[in-house]
């Protein structure tokens, strides 16, 4: 294959942090003027304190100087996302809502510990030969498999288009089509094969395919009734457009202040609550909100120490529901209290748990970036680890973002993506 040749323009770094302190500044309002209004009940508060408000963002402008602004690598991008969408409404939450300093310092020694095991020597991974056919077997069997079993089933008495009614449907075809196997199998299609391919089609200029992955994306959708499968493709053509032509990563900021100041707007000018809801309360607070949640929970209460799952056989659970059922409990809300690593980490073994979680991640970023060394662009790299990515730094449990969420998936594919040989490089 021949080396994508663009020209890649040079954009200064004072974007990057115009646009990093602009989205805190549109958070912040969001908080005050619609997330502490609206939802105040669920206990988002508004406790304005000096101190803890200028140490965030002290915090933060620390973490903007250390963070890339330009794209070299796939854990450049991860790292800004998780700093954008995470940690800037987790500093927020401190410094408005007088969260509480232990934790957040306990929270901060995981991110640090990433921050410095994401970077040093590559790690030399073996390179497999007939590696690029046997990403084509697992893409276009995957999605064959799954799209032949929607069908099988009876999925198409589900089949739904409208956004409003999603959640009508969700749950029936649910128990219709994950079934065993297949659970993780649909997850795997619709959040790592569907994108992967599609970034193939678009590297390799096949619109014809892309347009077809795009399609099985609308498919795929109207029947499983989850709105992010409509927002995958989307994100995989932003990035080939944007990151083609520019490795500059004041991107990232950017495009998640403009979401946030046109959900504001929705909001304050026409009082529309779902979409403001959905976007900033959901995405960027209710982590944030959780991850003090849990370490409020557990700093009282037992460690899990993995007895949810790989220590079940030798450790006993010490509860009598999940750990994402207990806390939805404890917060009031009776639903499904998912939250990243960085709060199941404390979950499991406290700062022992920080530590080890800080770590992994932090080495899982270094074999994200040694396996993209090599074979394709590095944002068909990031098109690949985007969508587990974001899982595993947002709401799930790293055994589970590894496993049920596909992220272990996406490093198996970015492994047999490399070339077969170390100095064939697509940059």
């Avoid at 663009?6 to 200064?12: D, F």
């Avoid at 901060?108 to 007939?130: A, C, D, T």
Wanted: hydrophobic fraction near 55%.
């Amino acid at each position: 294959m021949k080396p994508l040749k663009t020209k890649i323009k040079i954009v200064q770094p004072y974007w990057f942090v115009f646009f990093a302190i602009f989205l805190r500044c549109s958070l912040e309002l969001a908080y005050v003027g619609f997330v502490v209004p609206v939802f105040g009940y669920e206990n988002y508060l508004f406790k304005f304190d000096l101190l803890n408000y200028i140490e965030s963002w002290v915090i933060y402008f620390y973490l903007i100087y250390v963070s890339p602004k330009i794209l070299i690598k796939p854990s450049d991008y991860l790292i800004n996302f998780w700093l954008f969408s995470f940690l800037c409404p987790l500093l927020i939450f401190y410094g408005l809502a007088y969260a509480d300093r232990e934790n957040l310092y306990i929270i901060l020694i995981s991110v640090f510990l990433i921050y410095v095991f994401r970077h040093g020597k590559p790690i030399n991974i073996v390179y497999i030969s007939l590696g690029w056919n046997i990403v084509n077997v697992i893409l276009f069997s995957g999605i064959i498999v799954v799209t032949v079993w929607m069908l099988a089933v009876g999925g198409l008495r589900y089949f739904n288009l409208d956004l409003t009614l999603v959640y009508d449907f969700r749950d029936d075809v649910g128990d219709l089509i994950d079934q065993g196997f297949m659970s993780y199998l649909n997850v795997w299609v619709t959040k790592i094969f569907g994108p992967v391919l599609l970034a193939l089609a678009l590297w390799r200029k096949n619109y014809l395919l892309a347009g077809l992955v795009f399609g099985l994306h609308i498919f795929w959708f109207g029947i499983s009734s989850h709105k992010a499968v409509l927002f995958y493709p989307i994100l995989i053509v932003f990035l080939w457009v944007w990151f083609r032509k520019t490795r500059a990563l004041f991107i990232v900021p950017a495009s998640m202040s403009l979401g946030v100041v046109i959900s504001i707007l929705l909001y304050f000018i026409h009082e529309e609550i779902l979409v403001s809801s959905m976007f900033i309360r959901r995405v960027f607070f209710v982590p944030a909100k959780l991850t003090f949640d849990y370490y409020e929970f557990f700093s009282v209460n037992p460690f899990v120490y993995w007895s949810n799952s790989i220590t079940s056989y030798f450790i006993n659970y010490p509860y009598t529901t999940s750990p994402a059922l207990l806390i939805g409990d404890y917060v009031g809300t009776g639903g499904w209290a998912n939250n990243s690593f960085l709060a199941t980490g404390y979950m499991h073994a406290g700062i022992f748990g920080v530590l080890i979680y800080g770590i992994l991640v932090g080495l899982l970023f270094r074999l994200v970036d040694s396996l993209a060394r090599n074979g394709v662009p590095v944002w068909v790299a990031i098109a690949t680890m985007i969508v587990p990515s974001q899982v595993l730094l947002t709401s799930a449990d790293l055994p589970t973002a590894l496993l049920s969420h596909g992220f272990g998936m996406s490093l198996l594919i970015l492994f047999f993506l490399r070339s077969a040989h170390p100095n064939s490089t697509h940059k």
